[in-house]
């Protein structure tokens, strides 16, 4: 039984793009080779982290993992802007930086870089694109923010949507949505509170009676590196894998595939190599 995790496969795949490439195959039809060969991998990636969030839904050659973290924080960095309740959080409003002025160009940076490596922790990346949690401890990066129960929900639910919008499976999609309502002690240190009064900049002050410390969930010592790596690994059902990493890609959607029986001709090279690799 070889033991053909999701870096071996991906691995094998570029392997034969390139050859696809270097033997003048157009980008578009050695794209629909990919697919292809991706197609088989619930059938023969079969170690743990092939059905791993991020990996499930990355595709070694048009989007890999960074790619795919670096869409949904995007998605959530703009969801959060063009929020009136969450943008007061990122203008300088509720929060002393003002990620929207171009002078902070570089604090807007680090926090995008920050998310991508935070979601690309929690999710489970693991081809190498994503480099570890560089950022803080998330209780101690919120605390002093007025963030209520209907602003956190607010901005899980835009994730959530902009998921649902490329991944069908439910099952997956309420993996990530029940991670981020976990995390609700460490970032929403005044959901605990009746939120009667909803006027953050008035009643909530985070300061006084919040020590997140104390009235946090077990996983005080958050370092997130700790934290995340542990709860993110799902294994559902990998049969959307294609479906959903196409929808995500511009380019496959609108090129042409070779004909049926090259790209059978060509996964059954592919599948030829593979088996001289192993
Ligand atoms: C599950 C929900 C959330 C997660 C996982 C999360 C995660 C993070 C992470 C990883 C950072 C970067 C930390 C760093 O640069 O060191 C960050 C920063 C930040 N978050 Fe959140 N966050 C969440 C919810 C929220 C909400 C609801 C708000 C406000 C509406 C918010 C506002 C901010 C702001 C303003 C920063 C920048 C802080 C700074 O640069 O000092 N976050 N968050």
């Known amino acids: 039984m070889l033991k053909i995790n999701y870096d071996a496969h991906s691995s094998f795949i570029e392997v034969v793009i390139d050859k696809l490439l270097a033997a003048n195959f157009s980008v578009n039809d050695s794209e629909a080779v990919a697919d292809a060969l991706e197609s088989f991998r619930p059938q023969i990636c079969l170690e743990a982290d092939c059905n791993i969030f991020c990996n499930k839904y990355s595709h070694p050659v048009t ?126 240190t005044n959901c605990s509170q009746p939120t009667t009064t909803n006027s953050p900049t008035t009643t909530n002050s985070p300061t006084t009676t919040n020590s997140p410390t104390t009235t946090n969930s077990p996983t005080t010592t958050n370092t997130p590196t700790t934290t995340i790596t542990t709860t993110p690994t799902i294994t559902t059902t990998p049969t959307n894998t294609n479906t959903n990493t196409n929808t995500n890609t511009p380019t496959s959607t609108n090129t042409p595939s070779p004909s049926a029986s090259g790209v059978q001709v060509l996964v059954a090279f592919g599948l030829l190599l593979l088996s001289l690799a192993f």
């Open 63 to 188: 989007m890999n993992n960074s790619e795919l973290i670096e869409l949904v924080v995007d998605e959530t960095i703009s969801g959060c802007l063009e929020s009136s309740n969450l943008k007061r959080f990122f203008d300088g409003t509720d929060f002393p930086t003002n990620f929207t002025d171009p002078s902070n160009g570089l604090l807007l940076m680090a926090l995008r870089t920050h998310l991508v490596e935070f979601f690309g922790q929690v999710l489970g990346c693991s081809d190498g694109t994503i480099g570890n949690y560089n950022g803080r401890n998330l209780t101690e990066i919120h605390k002093n923010m007025p963030i209520n129960l209907a602003t956190f929900m607010e901005f899980n639910q835009i994730i959530t949507d902009f998921l649902a919008t490329v991944i069908t499976n439910t099952t997956d999609l309420a993996f990530v949505a029940d991670y981020l309502a976990s995390l609700e002690s460490q970032i929403c």
